[in-house]
């Protein structure tokens, strides 16, 4: 197929056109807003906020200023009227007539000038919260320093006639008000005869200043001369915000003013706002038209094409009208030109997987068979007399084979993970029978290596849910396993909470140990299959580097997720979040655990392999069983056919016919015998072989290599069964066990 020519640029096209509509429209609507609007509309704003600054400034000085005629007065008095008692009396009258801010003062003479034998003769006269005026006599104690060395008198004392001294704002210890003195200094035929002095009450300023700020949605701060705040309110600065500042009256004070409730800029952005909602329309037709444009030529091509390649997705190609030689055309000869590529490598992919099923189904069951025979062999002789060095590298034998079907079980449950096999039971469980396993287990292995293992919990005891225990169980396994082989030192602690939903409670598992810790670039790799931390750990600690690949796809699954945190010598924490439903708790399960008594009692083996035979014969015959064997389907139900069995022990791989078949053929005989006992014991650990088995009448799987414990179970689990023809009910109960 000769392959199609780009001869114009469905880019260039589309990039010309919107550079050019973009342009127009942000020059156009970009001009007005700022230049129009945007930058006037800020300057005056601000100008009005620093006009109410002003007048507020003005207002606020109106009253200290007018309380300078009542200084003024005092200083003419302190000049003018020479009688004592006159003089008295007029400061009186002045204090009692002014209802302003000057609530105190009077007159301060110069030590021993009044009398040659009074140092201090002050009058001072300050008027109450209800018009009276008293005299207060406080400052003339001659066993005080006197009043002539504080600042308000020194810093006017000797200075020219006129001149006004503003103090520091202070609180009065009396009133707990904030107050200011101003001072002046009074000549008496020229020569410095004292101070007249006049002190202001700024509580009602003060109220001034906050009620004014209210009125006007003002943020107002005063300072007075040395930048100590004298009153603030509402006063809050943020980034960008537009402060009014100036200075103002003869005492230096300063006023900072801020739109306390609207920003200026958000003034601003009101204002540009309605101006652009003029513009809305304009620019709703110059979009309408683009869009036009844009969906003419290059959206609705593209929308035809998604529309083709959807329906085409299990094979077919786009068949369209499109007849401009640019990229969308291009696009569709070459997705109809790989599309035929495609379906061939899609073909290939489907065998190379179906392949690779079929590998690891032969794999497993050849790994399995002679595995069998190891595990079940070094189970017979871990039952017989051995001496101590005999048994210990016994169970290193058994250990070791037990470890290689744990990484032979990680490849083939990645395998059905990777295939999207991998699926969940759902059985209520409570969560302190896992507790319970890794408590047992763990713990164990913990103190082996020297190590503290601790589990806490916040979840109540008495907890169930509904779901995968075993799943669960896993995902704490592995991350268990991982912190035992990758820590030799410290310890190692799990964390279980959960956070209660309207449907699903949230499980959070958190795995934390002090071992080796996971480099940052590494972190992100560890969860991938196959990889570990480091090239170097596999050879090290060993493991296939699948375990937390498990772990991340079941709790994917579990709609939950995973996370690390860890430190190079420090030490690593894994945190898994599971959903799980709760439910109430239970009934446990509880069975009776028997010594039965086998003796007698026949069972019939079917199985090719004769190292497989050897070990179920001697498992069953030291149970006092009396065995029997054929190596294929065929000849089992010819031997069921001619005698009775209490129990068949049935392999599913053999010529002639399989396990599946001869279970079926058993179930299906018109006698008695077809109700007898039959354990599928089989090396194909896949569900699907399991269900056929079940599905063909198998009462129970026992999976190679033969765990005799699982076996033990089995046969306790069905000795109704078992026994059904013997007419024994086996021995009596010696034991009680609980299973949940």
Known sequence: MQKSVIKESLKKKSIIALAVYLAVFIAIFGTITYWVVESPVRAKLEQNLDIRSEFLAAEISAPLHSSLGVLKSIVAMGETISDRQSLDKALCQVFKLNDGIAVSGGIWPEPYSVDPDVKLSSLFYNRTSTGEVDKIDLWNNPQTAGYHIEPWYTSVKDTPSNTISWSEVYVDPYTHVQMITASAPYYIEGVFAGVATVDLSLENLIGFVKSKAREHDLGVIVRDANQQVITEHNFRVERGIYISQLSFGDF??????????????????????????????????????????????????????????????????????????DEIRYLIDSFNQKTVYLDQERMKAQASTKAKTAFLATLSHEIRTPMNGVL??????????????????????????????????????????????????????????????????????????????????????????????????????????????????????????????????????????????????????????????????????????????????????????????????????????????????????????????????????????????????????????????????????KAVATQNYDLILMDNHMPVMDGVEAIAGIRNMPGKEKDTLIFGCTADVFKETRERMMGAGADFIVGKPIDERILDDALYQFANKLFQFSGRKGSNVTSLGVSK
Request: aromatic content about 8%; charged content about 25%; hydrophobic content about 40%.
């Open 252 to 325: 230096n004070w300063s006023l900072e003013v801020v739109n306390a409730r609207r920003l200026v800029a958000d003034e601003v952005a009101d204002i540009v706002k309605s101006v652009e909602l003029g513009i809305v329309p304009v620019m709703l037709l110059c979009l309408m038209f683009g869009y036009y444009l844009i969906n003419q030529y290059l959206i609705k091509p593209i929308a035809i094409i998604a529309k083709e390649v959807d329906e085409s997705r299990h094979g077919g190609s786009i068949d369209i009208n499109y007849r401009s030689p």
């Open 376 to 637: 079940g062999t070094a189970q017979i002789l871990l039952k017989t007399d051995l001496s101590v060095e005999q048994r210990k590298h016994l169970k290193t034998l058994y250990d070791s084979g037990d470890h290689m079907m744990s990484l032979l079980n990680e490849i083939l449950d990645y395998s059905k993970i990777e295939q999207g096999h991998i699926e969940l039971d759902s059985h209520p469980f409570p969560l302190n029978s896992i507790i319970g396993s890794i408590h047992s287990v763990y713990h164990t292995l913990c103190n082996e290596k020297g190590l503290k293992f601790s589990v806490y919990s916040d979840i109540e005891d008495e907890r169930w849910y509904q779901g995968d225990k075993a799943r669960l169980r896993q995902i704490l396994f592995n991350l268990l396993n991982n912190a035992v082989k990758f820590t030799s030192q410290g310890n190692i602690e799990v964390f279980l909470s959960e956070k209660i939903g309207a449907e699903k409670n949230t499980l959070t598992i958190r795995v934390k140990d002090t071992g080796i810790g996971i480099a940052p670039e590494a972190q992100a790799r560890i969860f991938k299959p196959f990889e570990q931390a480091e090239s170097s750990t596999t050879r090290r600690f060993g493991g296939t580097g699948l375990g937390l690949a498990i772990v991340k796809e079941i709790a994917l699954v579990m709609g939950g997720d995973i996370k690390l945190t860890s430190q190079e010598g420090i030490g690593s924490e894994f945190e898994v979040t599971v959903r799980l439903a709760s439910c109430k708790p239970k009934p446990l399960d509880v069975h009776i655990e028997r010594n039965l008594d086998y003796r007698g009692l026949k069972a019939l083996i079917v199985e090719d392999n004769r190292t497989n035979t050897i070990i179920i014969e001697t498992f069953m015959k030291r149970k006092g069983f009396i065995t029997y064997s054929v190596v294929n389907g065929e000849e089992a139900l």
